[in-house]
């Protein structure tokens, strides 16, 4: 059974920094991409990053271009997302996604591109 834990999500002041992890378990995404979503409460489902299987292609959302980072460790079959400069308006459920897209090079910056969902961490930014 795929399992994928988000965890690392907190209260934080505007300015502060946190490190979100997603840990999979039940198959290897080694060759697969992976990302980062949130949903804001009475908002959709947005993208925010994701990683290609080798970690040579990255793309962001612009709202978190030059603030956040996402990065994967395929030996611990984790990915990471550093976010740092927060801001109240980054106050979200946080889910990490992984997608069955072998090797897949085109980025997976929609929902429809993943297979597998965390639970989601809450992250809230206060002012």
């Known amino acids: 059974q795929v399992q994928l834990v988000e965890s690392g999500g907190e209260l934080v002041q505007a300015g502060g920094s946190l490190r979100l992890s997603c840990a999979a378990s039940?198959?290897?995404?080694?060759?697969?991409?992976m990302g980062w979503f949130r949903q804001a409460p009475g908002k959709e489902r947005e993208f925010v990053a994701t990683?290609?299987?080798?970690?040579?292609?990255?793309n962001y959302a612009d709202s978190v271009k030059g603030r956040f980072t996402i990065s994967r460790d395929n030996a611990k079959n984790t990915v990471l997302l550093q976010m740092n400069s927060l801001k109240p308006e980054d106050t979200a459920v946080y889910y990490c996604a992984a997608s069955l897209s072998w090797r897949r090079s085109a980025p997976a910056t929609s929902s429809y591109d993943y297979d597998y969902w965390g639970q989601g961490t809450q992250v809230t930014v206060s002012s």
């Open positions: 990683i290609s299987w080798s970690g040579g292609n990255i």
């Open positions: 039940g198959r290897t995404f080694s060759s697969y991409p």
